[in-house]
């Protein structure tokens, strides 16, 4: 089992940047890839970012350029540092965990995060 506690959530104007943080722990071996999705009022969830355990990273079209994905190893905690932040980023913002195993893939999600984008 893995466990997510996620923060950094709140209200920002247009343009203004905010740092979501995504500390992991219980069996974090074989973690293959951490990542960022969010879920605006009356639409699907959607990927945002992830980083792989090698440090490949993948992005949105709509947030290559202002969002950036990073990961400490040491302390299990993934981040999502979001530059020049719009209204149409207002959504909840899920950390997700793929670990691989023996028997399969497992997929984890945190609480989410409340970002809202308004002036």
């Known amino acids: 089992q893995v466990q997510l506690v996620e923060s950094g959530g709140g209200l920002v104007q247009p343009g203004g940047s905010l740092r979501l943080s995504c500390a992991a722990s219980?069996?974090?071996?074989?973690?293959?890839?951490m990542g960022w999705y969010r879920q605006a009022p009356e639409k699907q969830r959607e990927l945002v970012a992830t980083i792989t355990s090698g440090g490949g990273t993948n992005y949105a079209a709509s947030v290559k350029g202002r969002f950036t994905i990073s990961r400490d190893k040491a302390e299990n905690t993934v981040y999502l540092q979001m530059n020049s932040l719009q209204p149409e980023d207002t959504a909840v913002y899920y950390c997700?965990?793929?670990?691989?195993?023996?028997?399969?893939?497992?997929?984890?999600w945190g609480q989410g995060t409340q970002v809202t984008v308004s002036s």
């Open positions: 997700h965990v793929l670990r691989t195993a023996w028997d399969g893939s497992y997929n984890y």
């Open positions: 219980g069996s974090m071996t074989s973690i293959a890839v």
